[in-house]
């Protein structure tokens, strides 16, 4: 099935919606509590400066891509400081006693 045909159609369909359609069904589709879900979203929606209640799904797809890249961001760093953390340690020589 060819489902870039329908593709202006889909997107026309949930864009723009109402303040929590868009958000509320795939919050529904994640499988986890809903309200949860669709509040986290909310926030990475507005910090990405999107609004809500005209939020298309290219926006939310941009909000959760600039969401995933600071993720992996602080990971990153994370791993990074870990890292020197670890290098900095010193194993005692079992001779030095």
């Known amino acids: 099935m060819d489902v ?3 593709k202006t159609k889909f997107e026309s369909e949930v ?21 949860w879900v669709e509040s986290e979203l909310t926030q990475i929606v507005k910090k990405s400066g999107h609004t809500p209640e005209q939020l298309t799904l290219e926006e939310l797809r941009a ?3 600039e969401y995933l890249e ?3 961001r602080e990971m990153n760093a ?5 890292l020197e953390m670890l290098e900095s340690l010193t194993i005692p020589n ?3 006693h």
């Open 70 to 72: 600071e993720m992996n």
């Open 15 to 35: 864009a723009p919606a109402a303040d929590s359609e868009l958000l509320t069904e795939v919050a529904s589709l994640t499988g986890l509590p809903v309200d």
């Open 94 to 96: 079992s001779t030095s």
């Open 4 to 6: 870039s045909k329908d």
């Open 63 to 65: 909000s959760m891509l």
């Open 78 to 82: 994370q791993e990074s400081a870990d």
